[in-house]
């Protein structure tokens, strides 16, 4: 009984007021990114309590908050008025039909990350580079700022000349912007001053209940979750218990036309969703100095979509904002994640007109202490310390995240990082010359041999003016890919085209087991030697379960 406690908890008091204040911050949020994907806030909400609760449960990061994440929610925003479309031009109309497209592609979109879980694709996110993990934090920090930034406005009705009612959004200005100031630095003050006076209790949430009852008491005019939810467009935060989407199953039609039109968003939506989960997952790492199972992570974050759009929620991921929230906060267990879902539906069936009372200024200044707490400050310190090759990657993955989104920039930092590294391995191969007694040349070989330094080995060999006996040596050389086995048989042909006798020593057994595949006269041209290298490639470090002395390198 301990140990099932233990799974899914550390400390239960960090845990259960951490998931508080974290369901208390993801409501604004995702209200928005409903808002931006042109969905039913109670849609999104939803969408969160089951994301949330099956990845907090199932997941591979205890204290990883998932939800309904805007980098998700931007993907289905074509897709849901084409649906929309596409429902009206049908023999029989249906109304809304691009809800019920989006249903589907969450649910195909969850298939898709458990998939990716159970090929073990997760454990891929460990090949990310740091600066891009830095430019990540910083690019979405960054975004997140900027979103809280534009809760200083409101919207407006007005009538358009055709008489059509508009939202307009004004910045506030006057008292009502001094007011929202003055909440906001308030709420982060104490926040920054709570714990250093003690910290039994979370500041987080102080902040909020102490600001709300501030507003409360004095019956300040201010924006609050009700009212920005219904200047949104929405009706409120009252809402009732997920349920099957019967209607789903009525109105959708299974075939291939439906699968080809929501194919293209489930499979990008799955990647930003994973990208983000497991990045989140990797910081979370470096913060409690713990690790995560990437591979479970993307098999929970599956289950859960699937899920969510079984019972008409929309797509989730992990959310780094709010899991660094309750990171912060002392939440390290699964039962802060379990917790942060189940007091979200206790908001939507219970407590609405409560939680609806809650200024926004008091969750911007929570934001805002996030955003100071995520932005990774030592990138300034480090920036003319590190190779400029990794400082011109932390600065475009930066750049990229805030002016497109978080996958693009993760993939244009990683390639960059790619070739980067490829080009300086691709200098560092070398040949030492030298000729033994017998007349015969030695080039021995130094550097990794791979796709990128094939030119340079190349340009080595001089096969019309070598003698007529040429040895390689490649026992300071890792032969790593088939474009260097390709090379090696290349030169080879040289060679023997020329008439010239050559040898190939040190070779590492598999690279001679795929050289024996290609020709059999490599049992001839690879002399076998004793001292021949003994490393191999490892897929997964994992595998390693003996102690270091007893492997042979």
Known sequence: MNSFIRRFTINPKNDILS?????????????AFAF????????????????????????????????????????????IAEGHTKGMLMDQPIENMGFFYLMACVILMGIIQVFAGVFKLGRFVRLIPH????????????????AQVKMFSHKEMVMSADGVKQYVSTFMHGTELYIMIALVLLTMGIIWLLPKITKK??????AILVTTLIVVGFDINVSTVGSYIIEGGGTGLKGELPTPNVELWQNL?????????ILPYAFLAASVGLIESLMTMNLVDEMTETRGNGDKECIAQGAGNIMSGLFGGTGGCGMIGQTVININAGGRGRLSGIMMAVTLLTFILFTDKLIEQVPIAALVGVMFMMVIQTFAWSSFRIIKKIPKSDAVVLIIVSAVTVIFDLAIAVFVGVIISAL??????????????????DGTKVYEIWGPLFFGSIQAFNEKFDPKNDPERVEIDFVESRVSDHSALEAIYNIVEKYETAGKTIRLKHLSEDCKILMHKASPKFKEVIIE????????????????????SEYKF
């Not at 030697?529 to 270091?548: G, Q």
């Open 420 to 437: 980067s590294f490829a080009w300086q391995n691709a200098v560092r191969i070398r040949a030492r010359k030298r000729f033994k007694e």
């Open 201 to 206: 209790i979370p500041a987080a949430l102080t």
């Open 131 to 146: 600066p891009v993990m830095m430019g990540f934090v910083n690019g979405l920090a960054i975004v997140i700022f900027w």
């Open 529 to 548: 030697d004793i001292d021949d290298p003994r490393y191999h490639l490892v897929a997964n470090p994992e595998e390693f379960t003996k102690p270091l």
């Open 253 to 261: 039609p299974f075939n291939l036309d439906t699968l080809k039109f």
């Open 36 to 79: 931006v994907a042109q969905i039913d806030p109670l849609m999104a909400l939803s969408g969160a309590f089951i994301v949330g609760l099956i990845a907090a449960i199932f997941g591979g990061r205890p204290g990883l908050i998932s939800g309904a994440a805007g980098a998700v929610a931007v993907i289905f925003v074509s897709m």
């Open 19 to 31: 998931g508080i204040t974290v369901s208390l911050a993801m409501i604004p949020e995702v209200v």
